[in-house]
């Protein structure tokens, strides 16, 4: 497990899936988290979902579980992951969800801080990004405050409850993550 100050992030287990199912049955998070149009999901699809990708690794990604470092049930809150993982330039994507009854106690920030200690200094990548919708304010902001930049700006290129709004694209390179102060990183 790599661990945070308040978050631990670690492998993904079948009965996460039915912890987490509320992320994936709600269809505002899903606006949020997914460039696919929303649609209804049993968890015997998700759990079909999980096993195909355990029996079939996909190498360009790496998800874990988030639980709470005071939870000693080890419970899961949410996922964090890279993905599109490209060795050649060195690059990946980042993102996080987390289950609504844990937002706001700062879990979000330590888990952007623990996956891209682990997307710098195990997998030696050189830059994250990090892509949100202009109307998730928490995460731009979470975004900010681990010392991503904003770099870009989609101009109405999402979907998103019936309306077009505009996807934001942040980037942290490893140099800038290495000269954070050390509280930070």
């Given at each position: 497990m790599m661990k945070g100050r308040l978050v631990g992030l670690r492998e993904q287990r079948r009965a996460d899936v039915e912890t987490?199912?509320?992320?994936?049955?709600?269809?505002?998070?899903?606006?949020l988290a997914d460039s696919r149009?929303?649609?209804?999901?049993s968890l015997a699809a998700r759990q079909g979902e999980y096993d195909k990708r355990q029996s079939e690794p996909d190498p360009g990604s790496a998800f874990f579980t988030i639980q709470r470092l005071d939870d000693d049930r080890g419970a899961a809150v949410g996922s964090a992951g890279l993905w599109m993982i490209d060795m050649h330039n060195s690059s990946a994507h980042i993102g996080i969800s987390?289950?609504?009854s844990v937002r706001g106690q700062g879990l979000g920030r330590d888990a952007i801080e623990v996956i891209?200690?682990?997307g710098f200094e195990i997998r030696a990548l050189e830059r994250l990004s990090l892509?949100?919708?202009?109307?998730?304010a928490p995460m731009r902001a979470t975004a900010t405050a681990c010392g991503f930049v904003e770099e870009g700006r989609l101009r109405s290129s999402a979907w998103y409850l019936g309306r077009r709004v505009d996807d934001?694209?942040?980037g942290l390179l490893a140099d800038e993550w290495r000269a954070r102060p050390s509280e930070a990183s």
């Open positions: 987490l199912f509320e992320l994936a049955a709600d269809a505002e998070h899903m606006a149009p929303f649609r209804p999901v987390l289950l609504p891209c200690r682990f892509e949100t919708l202009e109307i998730n934001l694209l942040y």
